[in-house]
């Protein structure tokens, strides 16, 4: 086939022929060869039962037809065999090909994960690693059978009639050479938008379901899904009108045969009837039906280039690292942290510096962005009056847990109130946020709306079984625990989909939460789940995200998390300035200065073992007495319940 074999350059040959392996070339040629003999005894069984028939038909002696008769049989017996053998030997090199090459490509991406987002690696793992199969047993065998049947043939009737030779020799380049070459034109252009259209697609799903939690919190999951359908529709269309241009070369593929046989027939009639004329016919008629499967092997040899584009630099040993998919290219890791902001900002100067110019300009402007910030803070807690919330006896048991991990809940929420809530490690934390922002049902007790039951975040929160139910409260929000991070852009990350944020906001927030030299990267991609990013970086963008337009009851679950002590202190009085007048919520295993806070509450073991202000528990034993000034509470304090 013209396609395969004009495009692909040495090297890749080289490539390829390294990761099949001497005996799986071996056994593909062998297919290659046995599917030819399937392919000319089928050729021959047509001819000679072909001229049996006609002669048949002149009634000579029984004689002169034993051999013909015997051969029409021993053709019918060897092509069934031969299509047997080659089948076996196909299959057998494909398969021995695929596991090499998956092995190889697993190896390869393991090491490159982090780069790539998990629904392009299974993209690269599963189905462009399977194509490989098809391009082998569907592109490349068909190809090699067309050269052998188009000499054999053309040879054959040359001796008998030149013009029917030419004539043959036309209609098997037309249905396979010029009919495939113009398939994989048409075919080539849209199957790249469909490799790349597919490639978002699913790492827009892995993103809908990972981070189906974040998305819920901040109301973004419409518009996720939205645009993960939306990839859908694109990837059907395309597919669609890639089917259609495969049909219409198959339907223009169907007269050709017929037409060359027609052709033969007519010129070598006119040397008057004689029984090649029908052998000689029948067979242009069976030869261009054999090169037939061409024209789709060529559609699908476009659609399996982007497949094989992908997985070729994984095939040499000393290959480099696979391309990006995505359009922008991935950023060295972010900075944000001491010596590394260096780095990055000489990254972000090797971008193009107009933005970073403005968002470098120094310090005088970040302050005014913090007391900006500020400012729109207090605004918005203006423009939406924040609720009272209370929690009464709230309970909350997981299925099949026999024991529930929260029990007789009660916590008063007035408006700008702020609640630290500590204990042990499985006491309970992330559970109570988990009911606040309507994450989960509690199984009993009652959740309260400026003094009105919240039925449910949906629908009921009483008495309905505790579940995630994947939709937030919408004025409560905030940082999860393992809050996701999208392969998507920074700016991508902060709005979740969600609009009206101009870069100066954005900035903003990123400096509240400790990433100032960020600003100016807004549009700089982030491996999936943050695998680009370190900790902190980490934790401080999922910070942003929710300081951006906090909502008014905020709840942040460890958002210090993996900073070091310094910075943790220094981002968490950001957070409190920022959110001055906003409810604030804070799950936090350091128990240094909480005396910011309104109520300090000791969760163990599902219930609150203790509550008031700092001092206030500081001055009675206790769990907190026991633990405060200590920067992370060990894992020996886990279920210690002391001070219950
Ligand atoms: N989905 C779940 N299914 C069953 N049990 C769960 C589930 N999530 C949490 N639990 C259990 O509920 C209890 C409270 O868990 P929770 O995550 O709320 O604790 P935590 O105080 O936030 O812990 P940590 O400080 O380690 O994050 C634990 O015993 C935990 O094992």
């Given at each position: 086939m013209s396609a395969s074999s004009g495009t692909a350059p040495s090297g890749t040959r080289a490539a390829g022929l390294r990761i099949v392996g001497g005996s799986a070339v071996r056994t593909l040629v062998l297919a290659a060869l046995l599917s030819a003999a399937t392919d000319l005894s089928g050729l021959g069984l047509l001819a000679t039962a072909t001229w049996l028939i006609s002669r048949a038909a002149q009634r000579p002696p029984i004689v002169a037809l034993t051999v013909a008769i015997v051969a029409v049989r021993a053709l019918a017996i060897g092509k069934g065999t031969l299509r047997y053998l080659e089948r076996l030997a196909g299959h057998d090199a494909a398969l021995r090909v695929l596991a090499r090459l998956r092995t190889r490509v697993y190896a390869k991406l393991s090491r490159d994960a982090g780069r790539l987002p998990r629904g392009d690696l299974l993209a690269r793992l599963v189905s462009d690693v399977d194509s490989v199969q098809d391009l082998l047993l569907r592109c490349a065998i068909p190809a090699a059978v067309a050269g052998v049947v188009t000499v054999v043939t053309v040879g054959f009737t040359a001796a008998f009639s030149g013009p029917a030779a030419l004539l043959l020799a036309a209609g098997l380049l037309t249905a396979g050479l010029a009919l495939p070459a113009l398939a994989f034109r048409l075919a080539d252009r849209a199957a790249a938008r469909i490799a790349e259209v597919r490639g978002r697609y699913l790492a827009a799903s892995v993103d809908v379901l990972a981070g189906a939690a974040d998305l819920a919190v901040f109301g973004a999951t419409g518009s996720a899904l939205a645009g993960a359908a939306g990839q859908a529709t694109a990837l059907a269309r395309l597919e669609r009108r890639a089917g259609a241009v495969g049909a219409a070369t198959g339907a223009v593929g169907a007269l050709i045969p017929g037409a060359t046989a027609i052709g033969v027939f007519a010129v070598t009639v006119r040397g008057g009837p004689s029984v090649m004329v029908a052998v000689l016919s029948l067979l242009a008629l069976a030869a261009v039906e054999a090169v037939l499967p061409l024209t789709g092997a060529a559609v699908r040899y476009a659609e399996l280039r982007g497949a094989w584009r992908r997985i070729r630099p994984l095939l040499a040993a000393d290959s480099p690292a696979p391309p990006d998919p995505a359009p922008a290219p991935l950023p060295a890791p972010l900075a944000g942290d001491g010596a590394d902001r260096d780095g990055a900002a000489r990254d972000g100067a090797a971008r193009g510096g107009a933005d970073r110019g403005g968002a470098d300009e120094g310090g005088a402007d970040r302050g005014g962005a913090d007391r900006d910030g500020a400012d729109v803070g207090s605004r918005r807690v203006a423009d939406a009056p924040v609720p009272a919330i209370a929690a009464r006896r709230i309970e909350v048991r997981y299925p099949g847990v026999a024991v529930p991990a929260l029990s007789g809940i009660d916590l008063d929420l007035s408006p700008g109130r702020r609640v630290a809530v500590v204990g042990p490690s499985g006491a309970g934390k992330s559970t109570l946020l988990g009911v606040l922002v309507g994450q989960l049902r509690p199984t009993a007790g009652r959740l309260l709306v400026d003094g009105v039951t919240l039925t449910s975040p949906r629908s009921g929160v009483a008495d309905s079984p505790t579940e995630p139910d994947g939709l937030g409260w919408p004025r409560s929000g905030g940082v999860l625990a393992d809050g996701y991070v999208f392969h998507a852009s920074v700016r991508e990350n902060l709005t979740l989909g969600r609009t009206g944020f101009d870069d100066p906001a954005l900035g903003r927030a990123l400096t509240d939460a400790?990433?100032?030299?960020?600003a100016g990267r807004l549009d700089d991609l982030i491996g999936e789940d943050g695998a680009t990013l370190s900790g902190g970086q980490r934790q401080r963008l999922l910070l942003a995200r929710a300081l951006?337009?906090?909502?008014?009851v905020l709840v942040l679950d460890?958002?210090?998390?993996?900073?070091d002590p310094a910075a943790a202190d220094a981002v968490l009085a950001d957070v409190l300035r920022v959110t001055a007048g906003h409810t604030v919520v804070m799950v936090t295993?350091?128990?240094?200065?909480?005396?910011?806070?309104?109520e300090i509450v000791v969760l163990v073991d599902g219930r609150i073992a203790q509550r008031g202000g700092h001092d206030a528990l500081l001055a009675r034993p206790g769990w907190y007495s026991t633990w405060t000034g200590i920067r992370e509470v060990p894992d020996s304090a886990i279920g210690s319940g002391v001070g219950r």
């Open positions: 400790g990433l100032p030299d960020w951006l337009d906090p909502p008014p460890e958002p210090t998390e993996g900073l295993h350091r128990l240094v200065d909480l005396r910011a806070f309104d």
